[in-house]
T-cell receptor, first 112, second 114 residues
Framework: RKEVEQDPGPFNVPEGATVAFNCTYS??????FFWYRQDCRKEPKLLMS???SGNEDGRFTAQLNRASQYISLLIRDSKLSDSATYLC?????????????FGAGTRLAVHP | GAGVSQSPSNKVTEKGKDVELRCDPI?????LYWYRQSLGQGLEFLIYFQGNSAPDKSGLPSDRFSAERTGGSVSTLTIQRTQQEDSAVYLC????????????FGEGSRLTVL
């Protein structure tokens, strides 16, 4: 089983739609969780951290469910500019280090 | 700018040759990571440096891969006797701390092995 798993998509949605991505992780000792965004042929950039109580940043809402070991990202009122790949990232202790593992990403395409 | 700088941005080499990829992290960042990303794939962890501690090399795919970080700043990833399957974008990232900080990525070094 992969350490971090995501539905690869693509999710094709019209402008204004609400779309949700899920991500599951295998290590119950995972400590920190993030969503990164990667535009085509560009480097990943932090979208938002995910906190235990859930958090919102404008149209974006992130949730964490430790019991079921998954995190989610909800995007409301999708914009064309939201088209990108969304990477789930998990940090967990391993061998005395804190490993930061990326999921393979979920591709979102927003169309007019 | 003051972001993470990687060089070369593109490298084409012949199978069997050695390559060196360089990463200059953001000044003051103690943590430095190397990942690689094949076309259409996710990021594969390679190696992680944190301050003066021994690096986490658990992601290096073979003994042809090595990396060092001199003076806690610039890092070099070396691939010896390159193979075609080494073709990928090699991404370097740094963060202020190794535990909770945001990762800042460079634009990557695109390696093509013919």
């Amino acid at each position: 089983r992969k350490e971090v798993e995501q539905d690869p998509g693509p999710f094709n949605v019209p402008e204004g739609a609400t779309v949700a991505f899920n991500c599951t992780y295998s290590n119950s000792a995972s400590q920190s969780f993030f969503w990164y965004r990667q535009d085509c042929r560009k480097e990943p950039k932090l979208l938002m951290s995910v906190y235990s109580s859930g958090n919102e940043d404008g149209r974006f809402t992130a949730q964490l469910n430790r019991a079921s070991q998954y995190i989610s990202l909800l995007i409301r009122d999708s914009k064309l500019s939201d088209s990108a790949t969304y990477l789930c990232v998990v940090r967990f202790p391993s061998g005395g280090y804190n490993k930061l593992i990326f999921g393979a990403g979920t591709r979102l395409a927003v169309h007019p | 700018g003051a972001g993470v700088s990687q060089s070369p941005s593109n490298k084409v080499t012949e199978k069997g040759k050695d390559v060196e990829l360089r990463c200059d992290p953001i000044s003051g960042h103690t943590a430095l990571y190397w990942y690689r990303q094949s076309l259409g794939q996710g990021l594969e962890f390679l190696i992680y440096f944190q301050g003066n501690s021994a690096p986490d090399k658990s992601g290096l795919p073979s003994d042809r891969f090595s990396a060092e970080r001199t003076g806690g700043s610039v890092s070099t990833l070396t691939i010896q006797r390159t193979q075609q399957e080494d073709s990928a974008v090699y991404l370097c990232a740094s963060s202020f701390t190794g535990t909770a900080g945001e990762l800042f990525f460079g634009e990557g070094s695109r390696l093509t092995v013919l």
